[in-house]
């Protein structure tokens, strides 16, 4: 074997190893969901904005239903959007204190009711993407994009 078939064999081998580590699956990071709310249960959802409803959806036999504004079909896989919130990963929490002011969760911006579990959002963390819940007594921190969901159009769950 000649020298330049042994250095092309060992930068084959080489690449084959870095190939294989970048490719060997990772282990899942371990966080917790923002509930413990199993959404294959849920029934009913509510979104208000500034203390007044803007969305409700009722869950039937054939599907999701939305209720108000207006009664309408609602599309399952975007009323899913909003059940996976349920299990947004957690990436902080603290308990809720005096001081709900300071994480605009005096008045939230909006709510939103999974049965009878509220999630109340609070100002968006201004260092990081982030928005502040309060969850059953506790201020958890969540990524932003969860709470875009609160923010969409009613021709978003009905629309095809």
Do not use: C, K
């Amino acid at each position: 074997m000649n020298r330049w078939t042994r250095i092309n064999l060992l930068l084959a081998a080489m690449a084959a190893t870095l190939l294989v580590l970048h490719l060997w699956p990772a282990d899942s990071p371990s966080y917790s969901p923002l509930t413990a709310l199993d959404a294959a249960d849920v029934s009913s959802i509510r979104i208000e904005r500034r203390n007044r409803l803007v969305l409700s959806f009722e869950r039937n036999d054939s599907g999701w239903q939305l209720a108000y504004p207006q009664v309408a079909v609602a599309q399952d896989h975007r009323v899913q959007q909003l059940l996976a919130i349920a299990y947004a990963p957690v990436q902080n929490e603290f308990p809720a204190n005096e001081s709900l002011a300071q994480y605009g969760l005096d008045a939230p911006s909006a709510v939103l009711q999974l049965d009878q579990l509220r999630l109340s959002f609070g100002e968006r963390d201004p260092g990081q993407r982030s928005r502040y819940v309060l969850v059953d007594g506790r201020i958890r921190v969540i990524d932003d994009v969860y709470f875009n969901f609160l923010t969409l159009p009613v021709a978003h769950f009905i629309g095809g």
